[in-house]
């Protein structure tokens, strides 16, 4: 059986986004106070990646693997989105910026149409007000040439913006979280029988659980794999924030590294380094 499989195995890799939660909460108020404008412009996002990564512990903690994927997904897009737009042009982050504002204006005058006819609204004042300019402004901007919401901020699709992240630090485990993760979580948000019951290992050809034995060890393997991934994911954040040369972070992204180290032992995925030489898990996280 491997390491990963157990209840020691898991809880290494618990421990590992234990200390990237510590880490980001003491990191939190150096970004908020960031002279980066775009690093602190973006504060609440790291603060809900804050959140989503506490989230995934307690869903763990309860044994409740498909909200954790659930939650893990957005975890690893809001990191993706957090790095990526420290690195785009101006317009793209602007984009990203008015979209928010495009909401904002949105909200106050929602709708749901079927087959033709309102089904439920809800809206301000019965949808008569004016909005702020720069709301306007915003919502015209989302607004296709036939009146419909345009409703993506980016055209560039989620790998893409992780290669941009790739090429500035030369090393991401976002690829393969987003791999491990993504697709399946989105099945579970989508609703389907596939993403009803797929984190059980139902669909695992090969290695389906037979027994509360191997389901036990499909647990353990399965949030071993999400705290490993999501406290990858801040890692890399981590790290691109000390490329662009975020004061208080160097230390913090150390602390990191060798976190994932001592976890990476702990559950068995790596040995102790010797000689300089550098492990299989680490070159691909």
Same mark, same amino acid.
């Given at each position: ?109 929602? =709708? &749901?149409? *079927? ?8 809206? /301000?004042?019965?949808? @008569? !007000?004016? $909005? ?47 791999? =491990? &993760?993504? *697709? ?8 389907? /029988?596939?993403?009803? @019951? !797929?984190? $059980? ?50 230390? *913090? ?8 180290? /001592? ?5 068995? $995925? ?16």
């Amino acid at each position: 059986m491997e390491k990963v499989q157990t209840t020691e195995g898991e809880a290494a890799l618990a421990n590992f986004l234990d200390h990237q939660i510590h880490c980001f909460i003491q990191l939190a108020p150096m970004v908020r106070e960031s002279t980066l404008p775009r690093v602190s412009r973006l504060y609440a996002l790291l603060s809900a990646v804050i959140e989503d990564a506490i989230s995934v512990r307690l869903l763990g903690d309860s044994a409740r693997l498909n909200q954790a994927y659930i939650i893990s997904r957005a975890l690893l897009e809001r990191v993706t989105n957090f790095c990526f737009l420290q690195l785009c042009t101006d317009t793209e982050f602007d984009d990203y910026i008015d979209y928010t504002l495009n909401k904002v204006g949105r909200r106050l005058d929602r =709708s &749901i149409e *079927a087959e033709g006819h309102t089904r439920a609204r809800i809206a /301000l004042k019965d949808g @008569v !007000f004016d $909005l702020p300019p720069e709301i306007a402004a915003a919502v015209a901007k989302f607004t296709s040439e036939r009146g419909r919401e345009k409703t993506r901020w980016t055209n560039v699709s989620l790998p893409d913006r992780a290669a941009v992240v790739e090429a500035k630090i030369g090393r991401t485990g976002l690829f393969m979280s987003l791999l =491990s &993760i993504y *697709a399946d979580a989105s099945e579970a948000l989508h609703g389907t /029988l596939y993403g009803a @019951v !797929f984190h $059980l290992g139902t669909y695992d050809v090969g290695a389906i659980p037979r027994d509360q034995e191997s389901l036990d060890r499909h647990r353990h393997s399965t949030l071993a794999c999400l705290y490993l991934m999501a406290g990858g994911a801040m890692d890399t954040l981590l790290s691109v924030l000390q490329a662009l040369g975020q004061s208080g972070v160097q230390q *913090a992204a150390a602390s990191s590294t060798a976190a994932f180290r /001592l976890a990476a032992i702990a559950a068995d $995925l790596t040995v102790p380094k010797e000689r300089g030489q550098e492990s299989s898990v680490e070159n691909n996280a």
